[in-house]
């Protein structure tokens, strides 16, 4: 079994940062940070692999996010630097047992947090 807990989110002005957490009660292959505004679809915002060598970004936040995991901790972590507007969104911590398929496809996450907020005015 694997819980995650998310938290961090916010309110915050264009350009500015957050830093989101999500403790997780056991480690999995494949972890990942995914989205999702109103009336849109989920979406994968970054993934880490087991031992953290290997993430993988959506190209609408390479450069500005950065996903981590401690170890120590049981935490994974995801820097939102330069918010946009766009970026407005309930964000979720997933996890997959095994790889499978893309990294992005959310149907094929194990498991999931119930997600923390995020809100970026301009």
């Not at 609408?60 to 049981?74: E, P, Y």
């Not at 979720?92 to 499978?100: K, R, S, T």
Request: hydrophobic share 35%; proline share 2%; net charge positive.
């Amino acid at each position: 079994q694997v819980q995650l807990v998310e938290s961090g989110g916010g309110s915050v002005q264009a350009g500015g940062s957050l830093r989101l957490s999500c403790a997780v009660s056991r480690y999995t292959v494949r972890m990942a940070w995914f989205r999702q505004a109103p009336g849109k679809e989920r979406e994968g915002v970054a993934t880490i692999y087991t031992g953290g060598s290997t993430t993988y970004y959506a190209d609408s936040v390479k450069g500005r996010f950065t996903i981590s995991q401690d170890n120590a901790k049981n935490s994974l972590y995801l820097q939102m630097n330069s918010l946009k507007p766009e970026d407005t969104a309930m964000y979720y911590c997933a996890a997959q047992v095994f790889a499978i398929g893309p990294w992005s496809a959310a149907e094929k996450y194990n498991y999931w947090g119930q997600g923390t907020q995020v809100t970026v005015s301009s």
